[in-house]
């Protein structure tokens, strides 16, 4: 499942070579690809054609472009769903179909063609009206710092809390906002309401770095506390960038290319068993929500009351 640094990957991607442009057909290929369009695909087709991508825009997971019309407005956008095995590819109109190819977009300069590659058909496309966001691109003094398309969401992601990496994120709302819970502090950071784009191996990358355990009860938590936990989630979140960062100049914009960061840089998730980098103590795997948390005992203390 592609996490945030992957998406961000491939929106770079599409900003480059996509946007913009002015779309002049849309073809979908198999009926899966637009199940989450529920006008179908002939409206997915209408409500595309003719249109500019405005931009490409994330919040945490979610990747959609805003489509303008000659007024500079866009009404719709259209999301892309990744899912398990989605890619988007940029190519010439006369490179041969790839065995999965799901959907094509062509533009009116006639340069090369967007398509849709997804061997498992769990990803897809909808194309879905913009509502304003209720933050409206506050900062966390109230200052007007988002002018992006950013500050417009599809309407399914209207719930969907900004990401770390997103320049409007309000910290001190998030540190308010996680005490304000009765829950485990994992728990919290997976709950995309509160905060997007954390998934299981960078909550469990970030714990380690502020030094707190998962099952921590959220209103204990410091504002020093939130304020480091959000340090360590951009820093492991960036650090994925970085070692993604050489597709960006390549035509191919691929999801799928695992990340090299994983294999070398972390210090807890997936280490059961070895040595902390920090402490040397011999790190944990417990049961979490039907998946893993790792830990390290003696950076992270189990909290002494569980109790929220
Ligand atoms: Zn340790």
Same mark, same amino acid.
Request: aromatic share 8%; with cysteine.
């Given at each position: 499942?592609?996490?945030?640094?992957?998406?961000?990957?491939?929106?770079?991607?599409?900003?480059?070579?996509?946007?913009?442009? %002015?779309?002049?057909?849309?073809?979908?290929?198999?009926?899966?690809?637009?199940?989450?369009?529920?006008?179908?695909?002939?409206?997915?087709?209408?409500?595309?054609?003719?249109?500019?991508?405005?931009?490409?825009?994330?919040? #945490?997971?979610?990747?959609?472009?805003?489509?303008?019309?000659?007024?500079?407005?866009?009404?719709?956008?259209?999301?892309?769903?990744?899912?398990?095995?989605?890619q988007?590819l940029v190519e010439g109109s006369d490179a041969p179909a790839e065995k999965?190819l799901?959907?094509v977009?062509t533009?009116?300069?006639?340069r090369e063609d967007l398509r849709?590659v997804?061997?498992?058909?769990?990803? #897809?496309?909808?194309?879905?009206?913009?509502?304003?966001?209720?933050?409206?691109?506050?900062?966390?003094?109230?200052?007007?710092?988002?002018?992006?398309?950013?500050?417009?969401?599809?309407?399914?992601?209207?719930?969907?809390?900004?990401?770390?990496?997103?320049?409007?994120?309000?910290?001190?709302?998030?540190?308010?906002?996680?005490?304000?819970?009765?829950? #485990?502090?994992?728990?919290?950071?997976?709950?995309?309401?509160?905060?997007?784009?954390?998934?299981?191996?960078?909550?469990?990358?970030?714990?380690?770095?502020?030094?707190?355990?998962?099952?921590?009860?959220?209103?204990?938590?410091?504002?020093?506390?939130?304020?480091?936990?959000?340090?360590?989630?951009?820093?492991?979140?960036?650090?994925?960038?970085?070692?993604?960062? %050489?597709?960006?100049?390549?035509l191919y914009v691929?999801?799928?290319?695992?990340?090299?960061?994983?294999?070398?840089?972390?210090?807890?998730?997936?280490?059961?068993?070895?040595?902390?980098?920090?402490?040397?103590?011999?790190?944990?795997?417990?049961?979490?929500?039907?998946?893993?948390?790792?830990?390290?005992?003696?950076?992270?203390?189990?909290?002494?009351?569980?109790?929220?």
């Amino acid at each position: 499942m592609p996490e945030l640094p992957e998406v961000e990957v491939v929106r770079r991607g599409v900003a480059r070579w996509v946007v913009g442009r %002015t779309v002049s057909t849309a073809s979908f290929l198999h009926p899966r690809v637009t199940r989450r369009h529920v006008e179908g695909p002939a409206d997915a087709i209408a409500r595309t054609q003719g249109l500019v991508v405005a931009d490409a825009v994330r919040r #945490g997971k979610y990747l959609w472009m805003p489509l303008a019309g000659s007024d500079g407005v866009a009404v719709d956008a259209m999301v892309v769903h990744l899912g398990m095995s989605g890619q988007l590819l940029v190519e010439g109109s006369d490179a041969p179909a790839e065995k999965h190819l799901r959907a094509v977009w062509t533009f009116d300069d006639d340069r090369e063609d967007l398509r849709f590659v997804d061997q498992r058909t769990f990803g #897809g496309i909808a194309v879905v009206p913009l509502v304003g966001t209720p933050d409206g691109g506050l900062g966390g003094s109230g200052e007007f710092v988002d002018s992006s398309w950013s500050r417009f969401l599809p309407a399914p992601v209207a719930h969907i809390a900004r990401d770390p990496l997103d320049p409007s994120f309000d910290d001190v709302l998030f540190a308010k906002r996680l005490r304000d819970k009765t829950t #485990g502090l994992k728990r919290a950071l997976l709950d995309q309401t509160l905060i997007s784009g954390v998934g299981n191996i960078y909550a469990d990358e970030a714990l380690w770095r502020a030094r707190l355990h998962y099952a921590r009860p959220t209103r204990s938590i410091t504002r020093a506390q939130a304020a480091s936990l959000l340090a360590g989630l951009r820093e492991v979140m960036t650090a994925a960038l970085d070692a993604g960062g %050489t597709s960006f100049d390549s035509l191919y914009v691929n999801v799928n290319g695992a990340s090299g960061y994983f294999d070398r840089s972390l210090a807890v998730y997936g280490q059961v068993g070895r040595p902390c980098p920090r402490c040397g103590s011999l790190i944990r795997r417990d049961a979490f929500m039907n998946r893993s948390s790792f830990s390290c005992p003696g950076c992270q203390p189990v909290p002494r009351s569980a109790h929220w």
